[in-house]
């Protein structure tokens, strides 16, 4: 087991909004090999009251944050940077939501005004970070950021709604920002495309226990868990990793490469 991987750096992680979030797992990580952290969620979240529990456990202030709002996302940047007494070595994009998959609208039949949301909360909200940050000069040279992503972005899937159009856009954004960022400043930016995961964001998608189980008899390795996925953070967090950037790193256990697994084959087969 490594040990203060991430010694002396300083991180903003967004979306831990209960112990089955990916971003709890990975405040939690960061926090065990040394990182020093600042909590955010949307105030609506924060009023949950659960984050206080992970602010205990990580010695980590919690300031609220709508990543739709630039003044919240200054604020935040600013008090963080108060906080740390310097610059953010790295940050974690763990936000979702879609409102037609919400309110049980069909793609084909998509409200465009709750598509327009979607898009803004689950996407333009990298950007909006990123371009927070840079215009303050917040992220240290070599930090590195990371957004949450799934492969739907690539491939069809059918339930998973408009939420594909947005992580194709949050990708995206990933690797154009992170061309910017990378010239300036080699500040990193990639998204990990990660297992399904049975988290409140993952549960809103329709027949998501089928799924999951589907997903994990595609896997050679069997479904990535959050913890898992907060070990790649923390890697990608840290110096070993200093020149991946501008990547949608697969963290699936093998799913996007199978065209068909041998145990799905089995479900299908009448042979004897
Ligand atoms: N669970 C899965 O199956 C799965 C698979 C691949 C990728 N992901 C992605 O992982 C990320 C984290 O999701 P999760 O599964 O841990 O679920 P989660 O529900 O625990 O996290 C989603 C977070 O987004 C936050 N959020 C929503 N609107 C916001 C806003 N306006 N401002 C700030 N924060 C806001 C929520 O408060 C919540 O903390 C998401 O990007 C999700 O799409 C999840």
Redesign the pocket.
């Known amino acids: 087991m490594v040990n203060n991987l991430l010694a002396g750096k300083k991180g903003i992680i ?5 112990e ?5 797992k990975t405040a939690i990580k960061c926090h065990e090999q040394g990182a020093q952290i600042v909590l ?3 105030p ?2 924060l009023r949950m009251g659960e984050i206080n529990k992970l602010a205990e456990m990580t010695g980590a202030p919690v300031i609220g ?5 630039m003044d919240d996302l200054k604020k935040l940047f600013e008090e963080s940077m108060n906080h740390f007494g310097g610059k953010i070595d790295f940050v974690l ?5 879609s409102l037609n998959v919400r309110k049980g609208k069909h793609y084909t039949d998509m409200n465009y005004e709750w598509n327009q949301k979607t898009l803004d ?2 996407a333009m ?1 990298l950007h909006r970070v990123l371009r927070t940050a840079w215009d303050m000069d917040a992220i240290s040279e070599w930090g590195s950021v990371v ?5 739907a972005a690539q491939r069809v899937f059918p339930d998973y709604n408009e ?1 594909a159009d947005a ?1 194709a856009l ?1 990708e995206n954004i990933a690797r154009s920002f992170g061309y910017h960022y990378g010239v300036r400043n080699k500040v990193r930016v990639n998204t ?14 329709k027949g ?1 226990d089928a799924f ?1 189980d589907y997903a994990e008899k595609m896997s050679p390795l069997g479904n990535a868990s ?1 913890e898992d ?1 907060a070990n790649y953070c923390t890697f990608l967090f840290s110096d070993l990793s200093r020149y991946i950037t501008m990547q949608n790193l697969f963290h699936d256990g093998g799913f996007s490469f199978t065209g068909v697994s041998e145990a799905v084959i089995g479900t299908m087969s009448n042979d004897e």
């Open positions: 967004f979306g831990a909004l209960d089955k979030s990916i971003a709890w955010t969620n949307a609506v979240a944050a709508d990543v739709t709002n994009h763990s936000i979702g939501m909360i689950s909200s957004a949450l992503s799934y492969i939420m992580k949050l990990i495309s990660q297992s399904p995961t049975r988290t409140t964001a993952g549960s809103g998608v998501f999951i959050a996925c």
